[in-house]
């Protein structure tokens, strides 16, 4: 069983940066592929990026490629989502997510853990 815990979410202004992370407690962590989620009000969770378990592949959403960087410190059971440029619709509850399969990525259901999220927050 893994347990997550998201940081460094906050408010910023459109066109600055953030860098969230998500600690994860036990020793499997790098058995887990590792995802980043979004959560806007009254609309769906929604997949952002993924990694997989050594860090050398990655996977984004379109809406984020070019702007957001996931990256993992296996050392560390650390993953991070860089994220720069943002746009006032970033703004959300951010999640990260645990899953054992390099598939179904996009799909918040086949995700086994799941942090409690960190708001971000992008003003105008």
């Known amino acids: 069983q893994v347990q997550l815990v998201e940081s460094g979410g906050g408010l910023v202004q459109a066109g600055g940066s953030l860098r969230l992370s998500c600690a994860a407690s036990g020793r499997t962590f790098s058995r887990y592929v590792m995802g980043w989620f979004r959560q806007a009000p009254g609309k769906e969770r929604a997949f952002q990026a993924a990694i997989s378990w050594s860090g050398r592949t990655t996977y984004y959403a379109d809406s984020v490629k070019g702007r957001f960087t996931i990256s993992r410190d296996n050392a560390e059971n650390t993953v991070y989502l860089q994220m720069n440029s943002l746009k006032p619709e970033d703004t959300a509850v951010y999640y990260c997510?645990?899953?054992?399969?390099?598939?179904?990525?996009?799909?918040?259901?086949?995700?086994?853990?799941w942090g409690q999220g960190t708001q971000v927050t992008v003003s105008s």
């Open positions: 997510a645990a899953k054992g399969a390099w598939d179904r990525l996009t799909s918040s259901q086949q995700y086994d853990y």
